[in-house]
């Protein structure tokens, strides 16, 4: 695995952060590297329950 497919996988879990998708949407298998550099960008990015991205 190429270190551009977990950076690929980190940025793609990003925008789903942002974008509220449910975790779910994760399009790689349990045990794979890209699902943990997916879940990293998610958890990054994805805003905490009661944060509000107007709030400041």
Do not use: F, H, I, N
Not at 27 to 54: F, I, Q
């Amino acid at each position: 695995m190429s270190r551009a497919e977990l950076v690929r996988a980190l940025t793609e879990g990003a925008e789903a952060g942002r974008a509220r998708q449910p975790v779910t949407v994760c399009p790689y298998p349990a045990g794979d590297l890209r699902r943990s550099a997916w879940v990293r960008g998610y958890a990054k990015a994805r805003p905490l329950p009661g944060e509000d991205d107007d709030a400041q």
